[in-house]
């Protein structure tokens, strides 16, 4: 058994994520700040429920020691809980979105480490964005030249240097980050359109599912590697 931590995980590419990894057979655990929506999401899948709030150091502690009481160990980590703001700048918003954006990783990853250790194949995967790519921000034939989502894109920037940081640090461990593609979602409402979850969670699943001899320290799309 596979055992797989999605954090955010009760709507969206996280929804769809779990969804398609428990099909391949991983012990799935939804993690998510709100109980209500939370437990249903996973009674919905047939997943496992942890309430979780990456901005909260009491509950990833309580949460990956539910795991770890229960599993012993942890295969997969997926950072996919974010947040997004544009139309304000200003020292109170910027604090929130980079808590849950980039300080998340830190803590959640944190807590997981002694579990992803214990496993023969630790994958660790974080839902970032080619909104925080200089090299996406500064090409015109990119959708993401026309973003002014100037705290969304610096802690997505954030989030993908921690996940190359973790991957040199943590060499026994596979760390990717990845651009999941413009989805329609709760969070990218205002901006209309989009494809769906289900096919923005193939990628996440892709790399929640590298072989041992997969490669780490990359920020990928659904086509490969990608500058940043």
């Known amino acids: 058994m596979t055992i797989t931590l999605i954090t955010g995980a009760n709507k969206g590419i996280g929804f769809e994520t779990a969804k398609q990894l428990l099909e391949l057979g991983h012990v799935v655990y939804i993690g998510a700040r709100d109980v209500e929506r939370g437990e249903k999401a996973a009674a919905a899948l047939g997943a496992r429920f942890v309430r979780l709030d990456v901005t909260d150091d009491a509950s990833v502690s309580s949460a990956l020691a539910t795991i770890d009481s229960a599993e012993g160990r942890l295969d ?134 590298l072989d041992e001899d997969g490669p780490t320290g990359t920020f990928q799309d659904e086509t490969g590697e990608l500058r940043w």
């Open 76 to 209: 997969v980590l997926v950072h996919n809980a974010g947040v997004l703001e544009y139309g304000v700048t200003d020292g109170p918003t910027a604090l929130r979105v980079f808590n849950t954006n980039a300080v998340g990783i830190v803590r959640v990853t944190e807590a997981a480490l002694p579990l992803l250790r214990r496993s023969s194949n630790p994958n660790v995967v974080t839902v970032s964005s080619s909104a925080g790519s200089f090299w996406a921000v500064n090409n015109p034939d990119r959708p993401e030249f026309h973003l002014t989502t100037a705290l969304y894109s610096a802690s997505k920037s954030a989030a993908t240097m921690l996940t190359v940081q973790y991957a040199k640090s943590q060499p026994g461990i596979k760390f990717n980050a990845l651009e999941p593609g413009f989805t329609a979602t709760d969070m990218t409402a205002a901006f209309g359109g989009g494809r769906s979850p289900e096919e923005s969670a193939r990628t996440v699943v892709r790399l929640a599912t």
